[in-house]
């Protein structure tokens, strides 16, 4: 009689944690970002069709990084769950806090079952409320753990750079094109060089609590949000005047024969602002 393979328990949560944590971070990051009116979610995404950013409910989204097949399912899942509530009860009674925690225990489940491999996912469920204060943020690991997060959250790919970069730059209150302009370029430091990512790379959606209508969740189109991105990017630096111009290079006086005018003090110039494999997960 064969005697079955031994593995203690710790090492084999290990090694799924570690499997899991890989698959994660083969794909792109996802930002979610509040904003002044709302929730802002930015995702790195080439595919027009493959949805990372998606409405969950009235004031609720999901956003999910890794495998796309895995966290549909579970997108899929949490609109029917929320529907049923909604229809059985009331439109109040769903809650981002009760969807997270369903998709907790279901995350959860999965990976202390030996069964079956875990899920390479990490998900966010947010829902906003009538203010900022009100807001809610949850995000979700593989292995079921939920953490109720405030102001952003980073998931999928090298998150940790990314986060960085947000945190250093990130202020309550910012504007939507501020917290746009300042997602893209977080995005565009994940690594050693810096990229300038274009709309039809970016995938954008919104919570807009200013919506008249009782759906707060809003898709931004890739003519919006060049508009936007265009209009919030930083001023150019004002250009030196060429060597031997206005001034002569011997005495360093004006070459006109104007007397030379101190500008205003009200018009100083001011610094600008400083600044697929199909096997591959999103």
């Known amino acids: 009689m064969s005697v079955p393979f031994y593995v203690s328990p710790e090492q084999l949560m ?17 930002i979610a970002l509040q904003y002044a009116d709302g929730i802002l979610f930015v995702a790195e995404n080439r595919s ?36 049923m509530r909604g229809y059985s009860y009331d439109r109040r009674d769903v809650t981002g806090r009760a969807l997270a925690n ?3 225990q279901t995350l959860g489940a999965i990976f202390s079952s030996g069964g079956e491999k875990p899920l390479e996912v990490e998900i966010l469920v947010a829902e906003i409320g009538t203010s900022a204060a009100e807001d809610q943020i949850y995000r979700l690991t593989y292995d079921g753990s939920i953490a109720d997060v405030r102001g952003y959250a980073v998931m999928g790919g090298p998150a940790d750079q990314v986060a960085d970069y947000v945190g250093e730059h990130y202020t309550e209150g910012i504007s939507l094109a501020g917290a746009l302009r300042l997602a893209v370029d977080a995005l565009g430091h994940d690594g050693t060089e810096v990229r300038e990512l274009t709309p039809d790379q970016l995938e954008v959606a919104v919570l807009d609590r200013t919506r008249s209508q009782v759906r707060k969740f809003k898709r931004m189109s890739e003519e919006t949000l060049a508009g936007i991105l265009s209009e919030s990017r930083p001023a150019e630096a004002p250009t030196e005047p060429a060597e031997g111009e206005g001034k002569s290079e011997a005495s360093g006086e004006s070459s006109t024969d104007e007397a030379p005018t101190a500008p205003p003090e009200d018009d100083a110039p001011v610094a600008p602002p400083e600044d697929p494999d199909t096997d591959r997960p999103l």
């Open 14 to 30: 290990r090694d799924r944690a570690d499997f899991a944590r890989k698959g994660i971070a083969k794909g792109r990051s996802a």
């Open 48 to 83: 027009p069709a493959l949805h990372k950013v998606a409405e969950i409910y009235d004031r609720m989204a999901f956003a999910a990084v890794g495998r796309y097949n895995e966290f549909e399912n579970l997108r899929i899942a949490g609109v029917r769950l929320a529907d």
């Open 102 to 104: 369903a998709y907790a």
